[in-house]
């Protein structure tokens, strides 16, 4: 069963015709016709989620390696759903998108080191 989560309360009307009404950090069902439109707008498959469903709606992880986890799974989730908006104009994912996906804020310079030891990782 497909379901999603998202970091806030938001009503998504899809074209489908499906209305899903979303409650911060819980879990709800969403049909696949409806999920690319969710995902569009910051929803999160349970299957992106980290292990520990708290790492997501609780407070920012402290351990450095462990934020960076976080970011660089969710650089590979932007990555794969490729969904306009979620880029900037020189191709780094936008920190408000990261941030949704990980459940903590991202600032730009914390999405900057990441992305570079990620892009140098993915170029060999």
Same mark, same amino acid.
């Given at each position: 069963? =497909?379901? @999603? $989560?998202m970091q806030r309360d938001k009503t998504v009307a899809c074209l489908s015709g499906h209305i899903i009404p979303f409650k911060k950090g819980e879990l709800? &069902? $969403? =049909? =696949?016709?409806? @999920?690319? %439109?969710?995902?569009?707008v910051g929803a999160v498959p349970t299957e992106d989620l980290p292990e520990e469903p708290e790492a997501?709606?609780?407070?920012? =992880? !402290?351990?450095p390696a462990e934020r960076k986890a976080l970011i660089l799974k969710a650089f590979e989730t932007l990555r794969e759903r490729n969904?306009?908006?979620? &880029?900037?104009?020189?191709?780094k994912p936008h920190p408000k998108a990261v941030s949704t996906i990980v459940? &903590? !804020? $991202?600032?730009?310079? %914390?999405?900057? !080191? $990441?992305?570079t030891e990620y892009m140098e990782a993915a170029n060999g």
């Open positions: 069963m =497909p379901e @999603m $989560v709800i &069902f $969403v =049909p =696949p016709a409806a @999920m690319a %439109e969710c995902m569009a997501v709606v609780g407070a920012a =992880p !402290t351990d969904q306009r908006g979620d &880029f900037d104009a020189a191709g459940g &903590f !804020t $991202v600032e730009s310079k %914390e999405r900057n !080191t $990441v992305w």
